[in-house]
């Protein structure tokens, strides 16, 4: 027999192991014995898209044009979108044909941008924590790491002047975002400034992922890269529909920015899919175009959880910023834990499901992410769950407090 028979390609190996695999086991096994799990781990929405978007689907199912193979590029109408949304948010001009491009969702966008540009032995930048999509996508395409450690110190915030010269200088990529997921941080306007400079200088491909691009509170408004003054010549922008509309399931998301390297991705995928389901990008589009009505009630809903959540939490001894942005919270583990540890424990004793921090890179240890992708009542119930059974922030603290206390 052949030695390698079957064996998978080298490029699966320089994964580092997948840290919710124990997870989703004992998550079956909770489910089978009946209990009633409150997934708050991934960042998947809850409820429906919005209505219009999914008239707009049905509608077009009913066309036979709709049911071939779509455009590689995407259908003209989504890409016009696609610009109009960008104008009508940013005051940024994209030119549709050359400057925008439709994905199956950005996760694979991301991930196939990597192949798209990554030699073996390239070196990307990315940092730590990040959406594992980031670093797993260079993985794959063969990429030399170089990982920048986030600090709670410096709010979570890219620190370019740790950077070695040597390593700026050979870096073909680097892969950011803000508003930020796990951690949550928002990153100014003059950081944006600073970072496209940064890779203008070094001749660097700057992808930032702008996922949780309306996702923002208190009048917060996220920045896009495309803003700044240059960025295009050297970046692009993913972004998604999943998140503010409701359409994890659906698969679709944008890349916008550079028209060569748009036009490198388009090349790759050429040989990879067909593009998406030209009903969904009906239904994209029709989204796209919703009044800033629809965004402020889903900001409402995502501020309402975020509040409830951290007022809840304070009393369970965590005492939690206020994010600008995002659907999470980010919190540390009880002090000693390591975030596996915690997240296990929190399952087990309360049925409650969050992610372990290390499974966005090593510098997100000793923190666990909460989505907010439960109603309040939910998100109740998973205070009292976790009240219950004694999950605090520092139990230790606690223990010493109720001894003084008689
Ligand atoms: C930062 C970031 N980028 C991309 C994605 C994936 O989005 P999509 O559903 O468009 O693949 C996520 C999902 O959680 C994310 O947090």
């Keep these: 027999m052949k030695p390698n028979w079957i064996a998978p390609a080298q490029r699966l190996k320089a994964l580092p192991p997948y840290v919710f695999a124990r997870l989703d086991e004992l998550k079956a096994r909770a489910r089978e014995q009946g209990l009633d799990l409150i997934d708050l781990g991934m960042g998947n929405p809850d409820g429906l898209a919005p209505r219009p978007a999914i008239d707009a689907a049905i509608a077009a199912f009913e066309q036979p044009l709709h049911h071939g193979y779509p455009p590689f590029e995407g259908t003209s109408s989504f890409r016009e979108a696609i610009a109009t949304w960008y104008k009508r948010r940013y005051s940024v001009h994209l030119d549709p044909d050359s400057e ?8 694979e966008g991301l991930t196939h941008l990597a192949l798209a540009y990554v030699d073996p032995g390239d070196i990307v930048i990315v940092p730590s924590p990040s959406y594992p999509a980031h670093f797993r996508g260079p993985l794959i395409a063969g990429a030399t790491l170089h990982q920048l450690q986030l600090s709670a110190e410096n709010n979570w915030l890219i620190d370019l002047s740790v950077i070695p010269e040597d390593v700026a ?14 951690t949550t941080a928002t990153a100014p306007r003059e950081f944006f400034e600073e970072i496209v400079g940064f890779a203008r200088h070094y ?19 996220p920045t896009s890269l495309l803003e700044i003054s240059g960025a295009k010549e050297i970046g692009v922008e993913f972004h998604t529909l999943s998140k503010t509309y409701n359409m994890a399931g659906w698969r679709v998301g944008f890349v ?118 439960a109603d309040r009542d939910r998100l109740g119930k998973s205070l009292n769950r976790w009240k219950n059974a004694g999950i605090r922030y520092q139990p230790e603290t606690a223990l010493v407090s109720a001894v003084g206390d008689r």
């Design 169 to 182: 200088r050979q870096a073909k990529i680097f892969y950011f975002n803000y508003p930020n997921n796990p």
């Design 100 to 107: 925008a491009l439709p994905l199956l969702g950005s996760k």
């Design 256 to 373: 916008v920015g550079n028209s060569r390297i748009i036009q490198g991705l388009r090349t790759l995928k050429t040989n990879l899919d067909y593009g998406i389901f030209a009903v969904i990008q009906k239904a994209a589009e029709t989204a796209l175009q919703l009044p800033d009505t629809y965004v402020q009630e889903v900001q409402e809903r995502y501020r309402s959880r975020r509040d409830f959540l951290i007022s809840g939490l304070a009393e369970l001894g965590w005492n939690v910023p206020k994010s600008k942005a995002t659907m999470y919270l980010w919190i540390p583990c009880p002090v000693g834990m390591q975030s596996t540890d915690f997240a296990l424990e929190v399952l087990q004793t309360t049925g409650v499901v969050v992610t372990p921090g290390n499974a966005f890179g090593e510098a997100g240890e000793g923190y666990v992410r909460i989505s907010l992708i």
């Design 203 to 221: 001749e660097i491909l700057l992808v930032h992922d702008l996922c949780y691009a309306e996702l923002a509170f208190d009048g917060y408004q």
